[in-house]
Every structure is written in structure tokens, then in C-alpha cells.
């Protein structure tokens, strides 16, 4: 098991020697119409230090987005343990930010007012809500935004303020689900970008799932390659390219190229089984 406090942020919050997050034996079973059971993820055992960004790879299916769904306490877990800083998950723990595939945000707020929501469900007077919220729109370069609806936005622009609601509660835990699939090549680099700066310093743990190795190599500072449904770890690989990173410029380097072979040579076995898979049900 990698040490879990040799990439801790020696300011970020926690109890020293404490992963912010920390699965064991993690297995996690659904229910079927016909009544039997469903076998998403399991034993998945990991640990995640504060500071730390781990990104997740596998192949489609396999029970990455599930992973996520138990540490948020969206969903217990079968058998096994899931805690966030130290304590085990019980429901939605505190200080967990949570980015979705989808938007999140409500088409009848404007950029200020979806901002600003999360700040006010925590019981914050509207107009010191509004002052954060207004921060925040300005560090995710939507400054003069404030009053436009999400169907006035670009698919990037509403990824910002996606982006700017999640992080204005300052979550210690920032789970992170392909936020960027559906953005086109030139923006989703823009956004890679933007979430490095904003995560930099902050002293969260951060979990990033996505399809993209060359996205988990530009972001994270380990990368876990799960196998075929049920997933369990079957890799975690170490990316030691020096940080502040700007996406664009790292993915041209020999370490760069080194790092996409090595997580690659580990993950096709397991995108071929699931190929397989599919493929004999067709038949």
C-alpha cells in the first residue's frame, strides 16, 4: 500500500497520518428485478491522502462512478469499510464537494444565484452568500455573467459555474465524475487547466474519474487502473511530472509519453475483457 502521507500537503486540513479517504474490502451489490444480485464493485481498497489527486481509469461499466457513490454516502456499502477522515461513512459526510457527468445546475437561477445556492442551504445570509458567489463566478472567469441563465451559457461556461458551486463550500473531499466528457477538445483543456489552478493549494483530496488516460496522466498525482466489472484496483501508478503543470505543455514530454504506455500496457487487458463481454451478448 503506498505511503499515505508522502504526497500530504503540509497544510491541508486533517488529522495528520489520516487519509481523507480510505475503502477496505469495499464491495457494493444492487439488487435486479429478477431478484438476484448485482455485483458493481469489489473488495476495492484504497486510501487517498489529504492534498492528494488520484484520478481512476477503466473501462466503461466497470464500477468507477460506484466507487464514488459509496465515499460520498450516496450509497453504503455492501461488505467492507469506507471512511472519510477517519470516520466511517454513515450518509453524506461533511466537507464533500461532488461534481457530476450532468450539470448540476437549475435552469430557472442565474450563474449568481446557483453560485451562491450551497452557501445559503448551509444557512448563510443571501447577502454574504451573494459576496462569495460573486468571488467565485470571477475565479472561474465568469466575471459579468452573474445575471445570465444556464441556457444563455456555453457547455463550458455552465462547467464553470458546475465547477465554482462545488468548490465555494471549500470541500476538504472533491469527488469528481468525467466533469469534462462532454466538453470538445480545445475547452476540456481549458477546464483541466482552471480545475489545477482552483485545486492547487486548497489541501483537498481530490478523486477524478474519467475514460481519458492523457486527462488522469495531465491531472493526478497517482492514477488507478480498475479492471473489468466488478471493479477492483488492479494498478496504481505513480505520476511523478513536477508541479504546477500546464496540461497542454506536459503531454508533448518523453516522462509524459512513458507514464501513457505504462497505464495503457495495464488497462487494455481489461478494456478487451469488457469488449468480449459485450460482444457474446450480442451473439
Not at 464491495?27 to 486510501?47: E, H, P, Y
Not at 461499466?61 to 450516496?74: A, F, W
Not at 463550500?169 to 482552471?194: C, H, K, N, S, Y
Request: proline fraction near 6%; glycine fraction near 10%; include cysteine.
Amino acid at each position: 500500500m503506498t505511503d499515505i502521507t508522502s504526497r500530504r500537503d503540509p497544510h491541508a486540513p486533517g488529522v495528520p497520518g489520516v487519509p481523507a479517504i480510505s475503502l477496505r474490502g469495499a464491495t457494493k451489490r444492487f439488487a435486479t428485478k429478477d431478484g438476484s444480485a448485482f455485483t458493481a464493485i469489489r473488495d476495492v481498497t484504497l486510501d487517498v491522502a489529504p492534498g492528494e489527486f488520484v484520478a481512476v481509469v477503466g473501462p466503461t461499466g466497470c464500477g468507477k462512478s460506484t466507487t464514488l457513490s459509496l465515499v460520498s454516502g450516496l450509497e453504503p456499502a455492501s461488505v467492507g469499510t469506507v471512511e472519510v477522515a477517519g470516520q466511517p461513512v454513515e450518509g453524506i459526510p461533511d466537507g464533500v464537494g461532488y461534481m457530476f457527468q450532468a450539470d448540476a445546475v437549475l435552469p430557472w437561477k442565474n450563474v449568481l444565484d446557483n453560485v451562491a445556492l450551497g452557501l445559503r442551504y448551509r444557512g448563510l445570509r443571501r447577502a454574504d452568500a451573494e459576496a462569495r458567489a460573486r468571488d467565485w463566478i470571477n475565479r472561474v472567469g465568469l466575471g459579468g455573467f452573474e445575471d445570465r441563465y444556464p441556457h444563455q451559457l456555453s457547455g463550458g461556461m455552465r462547467k464553470r459555474v458546475a465547477m465554482a458551486q462545488t468548490l465555494i463550500t471549500e470541500p476538504t473531499v472533491l469527488l469528481l465524475d468525467e466533469p469534462f466528457g462532454a466538453l470538445d477538445v480545445q475547452t476540456r483543456e481549458l477546464m483541466q487547466d482552471e480545475l489545477l489552478t482552483l485545486w492547487s493549494g486548497s489541501g483537498a483530496a481530490c478523486v477524478f474519474v474519467t475514460h481519458d488516460l492523457t486527462e488522469a496522466i495531465s491531472l493526478a498525482d497517482r492514477v488507478v487502473v480498475m479492471t473489468a466489472g466488478p471493479a477492483t484496483v488492479k494498478d496504481v501508478v505513480t505520476v511523478d511530472l513536477p508541479r504546477p503543470r500546464r496540461v497542454e505543455e506536459i503531454r508533448l514530454t518523453p516522462e509524459f509519453i512513458q507514464l501513457y504506455k505504462r497505464i495503457w500496457d495495464s488497462l487494455r487487458e481489461e478494456v478487451e475483457i469488457t469488449r468480449a463481454r459485450g460482444a457474446s451478448r450480442v451473439a
